[in-house]
């Protein structure tokens, strides 16, 4: 018989079920595996051995049955696989988001608004008169029908174009965002992961917009040799390939969508570890890993200063620290009167969290 089994305090798991206590690892080291099912159950495997996460009631195969019944993976009996399910692809979104901005969702900065009132989506208080071009569905009725009563008396009741109150909205900003992910190989390079916390980030931003504001969009596009968007149902799946870093392809494909884009407010988030070493002329790669190639960089500043123009900022995280890679995402940032930010893999989601949240026109370098 099991004694007393003691554990370090941990205020976060505290009231939760052995399941949900896995489902909170295994949701993690799907990131790692890029959505590989097998992999992250062997991964976990692995931590159960050398960590005693589960005991003689629960264990590892409860679990995965669990995984089963509840929808959270889904077993192809043909091929013999095991995937997960889109309510998995967006609990990895929901653990994302969690992670890198629960600490600041309470922050009361970051709704997007002006000072201007008009048309909009948040009630003022503030009442004004009519004036001629307001919308019938702004008139504050319970005000309009006081101020007749107060100006024509109650019996002789009249409700004239004088006495209409219009209730004002605060106007609340649209944004239109295209963050662009670097998945050259250099994102894997000299033992570090830089990938996974991109993709952390990605799919935080993601949970971020989709539920807290409907109406901006985001649009995802990875860059590597070439350029393409992905879905957001797509980012656990994201992997390096064998690429160099195509930075203009991005930047031209963030633009093209963008230019489709209604909303007035348009920005790109760029995520990268490096400098542009490859460009596409015609059906062929120019390449140069070594040093800044002025051919790659300066259709890298075209672009900035075409962002510029037409008013979309870029924000570039640049995940390094060489000075003479500082120096160019100095350059290519003072072209497009953007902002840069040098950061570490554990506070890239706070930065761009902050950036998207406050709007402030502050450059760090």
């Not at 929808?71 to 988001?97: A, C, M, N, V």
């Not at 001629?132 to 002789?156: C, P, R, W, Y």
Request: aromatic share 10%; hydrophobic share 35%.
């Amino acid at each position: 018989m099991r004694g007393f089994h003691f554990s370090k305090f941990d205020i976060n798991q505290q009231g939760k079920s052995p399941f949900e206590k896995l489902l909170d690892i295994f949701m993690q080291l799907l990131t790692y595996t890029s959505g590989d099912v097998g992999e992250a159950l062997q991964w976990l495997n692995q931590l159960d051995k050398e960590y005693q996460l589960t005991d003689e009631e629960y264990g590892i195969g409860d679990f995965i049955e669990d995984l089963k019944a509840k929808g959270y993976i889904t077993e192809d009996q043909q091929k013999g696989e095991i995937k997960i399910t889109p309510k998995t692809e967006q609990g990895i979104r929901k653990k994302s988001l969690e992670e890198i901005f629960g600490k600041l969702k309470k922050s009361k900065q970051g709704d997007h608004k002006t000072f201007r009132p008009g048309q909009g989506d948040e009630t003022n208080p503030e009442t004004r008169p009519f004036r001629f071009g307001d919308m019938l569905e702004q008139i504050d009725f319970t005000e309009s029908i006081k101020n007749a009563q107060i100006n024509h008396g109650v019996e002789s009741f009249s409700l004239r174009e004088d006495d209409l109150s219009i209730r004002e909205t605060d106007f609340k900003a649209q944004t239109s965002t295209v963050l662009m992910i670097d998945i050259s190989h250099s994102m894997i390079l000299y033992g570090e992961d830089r990938i996974t916390p991109a993709k952390k980030v990605a799919m935080a931003l993601s949970e971020l917009i989709t539920t807290r504001y409907p109406k901006d969009t985001l649009d995802i596009v990875v860059f590597g040799n070439d350029a393409w968007p992905v879905e957001i149902k797509d980012l656990p799946y994201l992997q390096v390939g064998p690429y160099h870093t195509n930075t203009v392809a991005g930047l031209e494909l963030a633009m093209d969508i963008l230019r489709r884009r209604k909303n007035p407010n348009k920005q790109i988030f760029m995520i990268t570890d490096g400098k542009p070493t490859c460009l596409k002329i015609g059906k062929r790669y120019y390449k140069n890993a070594f040093g800044l190639d002025r051919k790659v960089v300066n259709r890298c500043m075209n672009l900035a200063a075409q962002c510029k123009k037409n008013k979309i900022p870029i924000t570039t995280f640049m995940i390094a620290t060489d000075p003479y890679l500082q120096r160019f995402v100095q350059e290519f940032t003072e072209m497009n009167h953007g902002k840069a930010y040098f950061a570490s893999l554990d506070n890239l989601g706070s930065f761009i969290f902050k950036d998207f949240e406050s709007g402030k026109n502050k450059r760090v370098y």
